[in-house]
Each structure stands twice: as C-alpha cells, then as structure tokens.
Nanobody, 115 residues
Framework: QVQLVESGGGLVQAGGSLRLSCAASGSIFGSSAMGWYRQAPGKQREMVAIITSGGSIRYADFVQGRFTISRENAKDTVDLQMNTLKPEDTAVYYC?????????WGQGTQVTVSS
C-alpha cells in the first residue's frame, strides 16, 4: 500500500516562496503520474501541476510560471517549488499519485499566504 507524506507548507508573506515535498512509501512502480493539487476553503480541489512517468509536465493556468514541479524517480519523491506566492494561493496542498485504476492522496499540507 502506497502512502504519501507531504512537508514544507507554512505561512509566508505575499511575494515569498515555499517548497513542498512529497515522499512515497511503498512502490509506485506502474504509476502514470505524480502531482500536486490544492483545495481552498469552499472550493473544489484543483490540479496545480503534474509530471508523468515519462517526464511530461502540465501546470494549471494560474501558475503563470511561478511554480516548478520536479520528480526524482530513484527516491519516489515529487517537489513543488512555489515562488511569487499570492494570497489566492492559500489552500491545502495535496500530493497525488495516479495509477491506472486508482489514485493515492497524501494528507495535505497547509499553505497560507498573507497580504
């Protein structure tokens, strides 16, 4: 059973940076993608960035060049470097691993950006 553990969230002022990390315990062999999603209060969970097993990357439009996703296959980790953070980036950020028939989610890490 794969488990995901996120770290790196916190409180930062607008314009600041945070780096989120996600480590998978258990094999993610056969997964199609790893990525980050977020959910703000009262809103639906949305994709932030994903990276496929082949290395293709997709970002949400709101990222606008501010975030960078990276993956280290040897360690089964995926990171999200977030720069130029805005108050509207405030949300719980979730790590995700996609398999063919199911997804695995982390417990989430809170990111709060103050104005």
């Amino acid at each position: 059973q794969v488990q995901l553990v996120e770290s790196g969230g916190g409180l930062v002022q607008a314009g600041g940076s945070l780096r989120l990390s996600c480590a998978a315990s258990g094999s993610i062999f056969g997964s199609s993608a790893m990525g980050w999603y977020r959910q703000a209060p009262g809103k639906q969970r949305e994709m932030v960035a994903i990276i496929t097993s082949g290395g293709s990357i997709r970002y949400a439009d709101f990222v606008q060049g501010r975030f960078t996703i990276s993956r280290e296959n040897a360690k089964d980790t995926v990171d999200l470097q977030m720069n130029t953070l805005k108050p509207e980036d405030t949300a719980v950020y979730y790590c995700n691993v996609q398999f063919r028939y199911y997804d695995v989610w982390g417990q989430g890490t809170q990111v709060t950006v103050s104005s």
